[in-house]
C-alpha cells in the first residue's frame, strides 16, 4: 500500500482529520494491562471453582498480577511496541509479545524462588494465567489489525506530514515515500516559496503555497512533521526557514535523503558529544560477537569430537595413497585482510601442489590424488580447519577464507575483478558460508560467478543471526550429500 496523496482543496487538507498516535498507544497500553489482570482474575476464579477451593489468597494473586502487568507494559514501550510504526505490524507484535513474557515469566520465577515465595502461589493458576493472557493479547492484536486496515482507508489512523521544498530534494523525498510499504504516513501537501519556479503538484501532491501559507495550514490541520526538503548547502535559506518554523508546535525535520544514499549511511549516532554520520558498522559486536564466538568454539570442539575418528581414518588413505605430508597449509585472507595459516587435508600430489592458490581447482584436475578427489567430493578436507576455529582465525559459518593469489575467472586477482571483494573480510571466513550452499560451490570460471560469491558473503554479513548459521549448517549437509563439488 503506498502512501496516501490527498487530492483535495487547500481547506479540505487542513480539515483532514485522524487518530492520534498517542493516543492510540495509550489505549493499547492500557488494554494489555487490563488484559493481564483480567486473564488473572479469570484463571483464579476458574481454577478456585473448578479444581481446587482451598486456594487462598486472592488479593496476593491480584498483587502479582498488578506487578507483572506493569512490568509488561514498561518493557513493551520500551521495546518501541506502542508506535504506530510497530503496532502496524502483526508479525513483529506477536513475536515481542511472545519474546516480552518469556522474560517476564523468568524474571518472576526467579524473584519468587529468591524471595522464597514461591510456595504462595498455585502453580496451575499462574499457567493458566499467562497462557490466558498471552492469548487475549494476540487476539487483541489481530483484531487491531483488522481494526487499523480500515481505519487506514478512512485516513483517521496516519502521521500527517508537509514537505517544505519543491525542488529536486522535494521531489526526491516525495517519489521514495510513495513508493514506500509504510502505511503510517501520509503526505498532506508541498509548501516552496519560489512561486514561479515551482510546478502546482510533485508526484500528484498538491504545492499548496507559500511558507507563510504553511503556518495558516498548521492551525487549521493537525499536522505531525515538516519535512524540509532543501540542499544541504543552502545553508543560509536553511537557516532562515529553522528558524521561521521553530515558532510551529509540530515536529520540524530536515531530510538529508541524497547524503545517506550517496554515501549509504547506516544511521546517526554520537562520539563523545559530536553527532556523526553512521557510514558503516563493525558486524559482530557486542551480544552478536559474544554469541558469534560460543557458537564457533562449542560447534568446533563438538565437530572435532565426532569426527576424530573419521580424521584418523582419512589420515591414513592419505599416507597410503601418495607421499607426502598428511596436511596442506595455505597462506589464505583472514579477518580484516589479515593472512592466516588455514589447514587441510592434502589432496593434491606434493610435486603438483599450488600452495599460492593462483590456479584454480577444476573438474577432473590431474593434480588431485584419488582419495583427494573423493575427499573433495564430500568436503572432508576441510575437516582440519576446525583447528584453525578453535585457535580463532576462523568461524563454522562465514565468507570462504580465499588463497591470497586467487583469481577469479579472467586473470585478474579476485580483489582487482570485484569490487567490494575486500568487504567480505570484516568478518572471520568460515568453514561453510551462504554462497556455498547456494550453488557457488566449487569451481569459479566466470567472473559472473566470482561476483555472485561476494554478493552472497555481502548478503551474509548484514543478515547474520545464529538462525542463519543454523540454516546453512542444516543446508551445508544437503549440498555435501546430493551435490558434490568435484
Request: net charge positive; glycine share 8%; proline share 3%.
Amino acid at each position: 500500500m503506498l502512501i496516501r496523496q490527498e487530492h483535495c482543496s487547500w481547506r479540505e487538507c487542513a480539515r483532514s482529520t485522524r487518530l492520534s498516535p498517542v493516543l492510540l498507544a495509550w489505549l493499547v497500553g492500557v488494554c494489555d494491562f487490563c488484559l493481564v489482570l483480567l486473564a488473572a482474575a479469570g484463571a483464579f476464579a476458574a481454577y478456585y471453582n473448578v479444581i481446587d477451593r482451598d486456594l487462598a489468597g486472592p488479593a496476593r494473586h491480584l498483587w502479582a498480577a498488578v506487578l507483572a502487568a506493569t512490568l509488561f507494559v514498561g518493557g513493551f514501550e520500551r521495546l518501541g511496541g506502542y508506535r504506530l510504526k510497530q503496532l502496524s505490524r502483526l508479525g513483529w507484535q506477536v513475536s515481542r509479545i511472545l519474546m516480552t513474557w518469556g522474560i517476564l515469566v523468568s524474571v518472576l520465577l526467579f524473584a519468587a524462588f529468591v524471595s522464597k515465595v514461591s510456595e504462595s502461589y498455585s502453580r496451575g493458576w499462574m499457567l493458566a494465567w499467562i497462557l490466558a493472557a498471552v492469548g487475549m493479547q494476540l487476539a487483541g492484536r489481530c483484531m487491531l489489525e483488522i481494526t487499523a486496515q480500515r481505519a487506514r482507508r478512512a485516513g483517521f489512523l496516519a502521521r500527517n506530514i508537509v514537505i517544505f521544498g519543491a525542488g529536486n530534494e522535494g521531489q526526491r523525498l516525495a517519489a521514495k515515500m510513495q513508493q514506500s510499504q509504510d502505511k503510517s504516513l501520509v503526505i498532506r501537501g508541498i509548501f516552496d516559496d519560489r512561486k514561479s519556479r515551482i510546478p502546482q503538484t510533485v508526484h500528484g501532491v498538491s504545492v499548496l503555497g507559500t511558507s507563510d501559507d504553511l503556518f495558516r495550514f498548521a492551525r487549521m490541520a493537525r499536522i505531525d512533521d515538516v519535512i524540509i526538503a532543501l540542499p544541504i548547502n543552502a545553508e543560509q535559506r536553511l537557516n532562515a526557514v529553522f528558524e521561521k518554523f521553530k515558532a510551529l508546535a509540530l515536529d520540524l525535520r530536515l531530510s538529508v535523503d541524497p547524503i545517506m544514499e550517496k554515501f549509504q549511511v547506516q544511521g546517526m549516532g554520537y562520539v563523545g558529544v559530536v553527532p556523526v554520520l553512521e557510514i558503516a558498522n563493525r558486524p559482530l559486536k557486542h551480544w552478536r560477537a559474544v554469541a558469534k564466538w560460543v557458537e564457533d568454539k562449542s560447534l568446533a570442539m563438538l565437530l572435532l569430537i565426532v569426527s576424530a575418528p573419521l580424521m584418523a581414518l582419512v589420515a591414513v588413505l592419505i599416507k597410503l595413497d601418495s607421499r607426502g605430508p598428511v596436511f596442506f597449509v595455505q597462506e589464505r585472507f583472514g579477518f580484516n585482510n589479515e593472512v592466516i595459516p588455514v589447514v587441510k587435508f592434502r589432496t593434491m600430489y606434493t610435486d603438483r601442489g599450488d600452495r599460492a592458490g593462483r590456479q584454480r581447482t577444476v573438474r577432473r584436475d590431474p593434480r588431485v590424488t584419488r582419495v583427494g578427489r573423493l575427499l573433495r567430493a564430500l568436503s572432508f578436507d576441510e575437516l582440519p580447519q576446525l583447528f584453525n576455529v578453535l585457535r580463532g582465525h576462523m568461524s563454522i559459518v562465514g565468507p570462504r577464507a580465499h588463497a591470497i593469489a586467487m583469481q577469479a575467472g579472467n586473470g585478474l586477482l579476485y580483489g582487482e575483478a570485484v569490487a567490494q571483494y575486500f568487504h567480505r573480510h570484516r568478518v572471520k571466513p568460515g568453514i561453510t558460508g551462504w554462497a556455498q550452499v547456494n550453488g557457488l560451490r566449487g569451481e569459479i570460471d566466470t567472473l559472473l560467478k566470482a561476483r555472485a560469491r561476494v554478493d552472497h558473503d555481502l548478503y551474509y554479513i548484514e543478515h547474520w543471526s545464529p538462525w542463519l548459521d543454523l540454516k546453512i549448517l542444516l543446508k551445508t549437509v544437503f549440498v555435501v550429500i546430493y551435490q558434490p563439488a568435484y
